[in-house]
Every structure is written in structure tokens, then in C-alpha cells.
């Protein structure tokens, strides 16, 4: 059976060049980077040019690059670290309805602790409307968080306006992009940015590695104590080969950015052009303006996504209804609630995320059998609606 993965946004696959870049460091290269010894400085070494390659990827210095255990953890750190640093100047926080869920429980945690926080809505594009956010801001918003491309429906925020408003108001702006790196240009310093989370496995890196930007001169709580680690800003023994396959995977990113973006887009704009015009009652959910160059998020009416991903499954085709996280709960996405798509839609909803290894054959035979999946659910659903089901 042919195997056809369309979930790039919940993960990618460790690109083989970066494998290769990461082997040396489980075995022979396995020293402790904080040893004064040889073994110890050759780990350090690889450490230092993994850092160089991550902030090379985001127009940063080396030194405002601190790794961490993943997208996660450099959510929760800003959001705990913020919120501990700053509990004297305020208690505001303003995020999206729309965050990572790495976001919004974490802010939902600091809500039980006295916080207040404001959960902006989105427009019909999926976009944070600036004047909403700059209305949002008081004497006491200690931290903005607005995440730069959405995990489900790829909507790319206006970055460098909104981070603009926070810098007028003197306040931190934050911005959790995991799914924009590799995908959409980053240049920290030219978008405004103070901190900003990323992720090694959604760009073709190892999982379990990450980092957070701090722009120099931040000051924000540590989150996890112990060692020197990180600058003493981030205790624990780093994770070495993590860090190694980070770094590799950031600098392809970055050499590949171009020839990336365009492969992706071809392919999800033949997905979508292909599925509107041969499957009927679906839509796309989401602007096609700023979007992900590889997410197609689209509706299919009066049926269950659930069922859509099982069938394409049992094809060897790999999709996802909503964010991968919630893809087990029978909670309808936040996020296709906040764009105001209805409740049953939203069941219909299935998300499609291309990639390099991606091919047009792929996409071809995902089109031709979703055609046969559709009209064969759609069926059933119709000899039920006759039951009176
Ligand atoms: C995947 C993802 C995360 C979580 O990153 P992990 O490295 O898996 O912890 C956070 N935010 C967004 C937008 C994501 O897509």
C-alpha cells in the first residue's frame, strides 16, 4: 500500500543529513559540554555551533538563544518567567483565542493564581486585529503572546505591527513560533521581537529540542533550576545530540527556505484547487493570503472528519482533524470556533500539512481516494438522515 503522510505540521521526519550530523554525539562524542576536558570542550564546540546555526535562521545573536526541551517548554518558561519576573509591575497577560495549547493552559494555570488574562479573537481571516490588541492594554500587561503562524488553519499574524503596539506600551511581546520557522521569513530584530519560542521536529530535527530568544537585555525568571547550563539561564546537562540535530536542521531551513516554500505551496494549492473543484459542499477555512505554504484546512459537510481520517488511513494516508493534541478529545478546535465556523462543521474538518519529501503522486491519490471516501460517507450519512438518525 502506498504511504502517503499529510501531518507535517504535528511532526516531520529527521532529515537524513541531520541523522548523520547527530550519530558521532551519541557514542563517541558523548562527553558532558561542561567538562573541562577535551571530550567535555568537543561537546561545548558542538553546542556553541548549533546556537550560531538556530540564530543564523533568525537573524539573532548566538547568545540570545537558549535551548530547551521544545516549543512547550519555551511557552511555558516565557509565561511562568514573565509572569514571576514582573508580578510587581502588573498581573495582565493578553494572548489569542487561537494559542497552542502550550500557551493557553498555561495561561489558564496562571488564572488560578491571581492573573488576569485577555484571549483576543480573530477576524474571518483568522488575523488579530491590531486595534483590539493595542484597546487590550493596561498599566498592568506585563506580557503580549501572539503566535506568528496558527498550528491548524496556518494563519500568519501581522508580527512586526503588532509588536510595534507592545514596544509603544512598553510592554514584552512574545511569540510562539514553532510552525513559522523554516515556513515564513524570521528576522527577529527587524519584526520587533523580545522572545520567541521554536521547535526542532517540526523542521525535520529531532523532538524533545527546542530553543526561546531572548532578546538581550530581557529579563525573565528562570524555569528550571539546577546548573550553569544555558548561560545559568537554563539548568539541566544539555541535550546534546537534540541540540546537534537542531542546529543541522536550522541551517538546511535556512538554505532551503526558498525551494521549500515553493514546493509546499504548489503542492497544497493543487490539494485545495483540486478538492474544491471535484468534491462537492467543502470548504477551505482560513485566509490563502497569508497562510502556511503547506496547510490546507477544509471542510467537508455533513460528515465526520473522524471518520474521513480513519478511512484515509486504512489507504495509507495520514491526516489530522484539528491540532494533533486535541485530535484524540471530542472537544470541537478551539481555533475553528473562534473563525466562527459552526459546531458540526467543524467535525467535518480536516487538516492536510505537505512537506519536503511531499510529491504531486502523493496529493494526486489523496485527492482520487478522498473523492471515494467522501461520496461513500456522505452516503451512509444520507441513508441516516432518512431513518430520521
Ligand atoms: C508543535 C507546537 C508546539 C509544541 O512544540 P513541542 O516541541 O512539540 O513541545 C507549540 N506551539 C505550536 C504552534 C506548535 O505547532
Known sequence: MRNVYLDYSATTPVKDEVLQEMIPYFSEKFGNPSSLYDKGLEAKAAVTHAREQVASLIGAQPREVFFTAGGTESDNW???????????????????????????????????????????????????RPEELEAAITEKTILISIMMVNNE???????????????????????????????VPIDVKNLGIDLMSMSSHKIYGPKGSGALYIRRGVRLSNYLHGGAQESGRRAGTENLTGIVGFGKAAELAQ????????????????????????????FVNGTMEYRHPGNANITFKYIEGEAILLLLNQSGISVSTGSACSSASLEPSHVLSALGVPVEMIHGTVRFTVGDLTT???????????????????????????KGW
Do not use: W
Open 78 to 128: 516565557v509565561v511562568f518567567g514573565v509572569a514571576d519576573k514582573l508580578k510587581d509591575k502588573g498581573n495582565h497577560i493578553i494572548t489569542t483565542k487561537v494559542e497552542h495549547h502550550a500557551m493557553l493552559h498555561s495561561c489558564q494555570f496562571l488564572e488560578k493564581h491571581g492573573y488576569d488574562v485577555t484571549y483576543l479573537d480573530i477576524d474571518k481571516d483568522g488575523r488579530i
Open 153 to 183: 488553519i496556518g494563519t500568519v499574524q501581522p508580527i512586526k505591527e503588532l509588536a510595534a503596539i507592545a514596544k509603544k506600551h512598553g510592554v514584552l511581546f512574545h511569540t510562539d513560533a514553532v510552525q513559522a520557522l523554516g515556513n
Open 255 to 282: 538554505k532551503n527556505f526558498d525551494q521549500h516554500v515553493a514546493h509546499c505551496s504548489s503542492l497544497r494549492n493543487h490539494l485545495v484547487e483540486r478538492v474544491l473543484a471535484e468534491i462537492p459542499d467543502t
Open 360 to 386: 504531486m503522486e502523493d496529493i494526486d491519490y489523496t485527492v482520487d481516494t478522498l473523492k471515494k471516501v467522501v461520496s461513500r460517507l456522505r452516503e451512509i450519512s444520507s441513508v441516516n438522515t432518512e
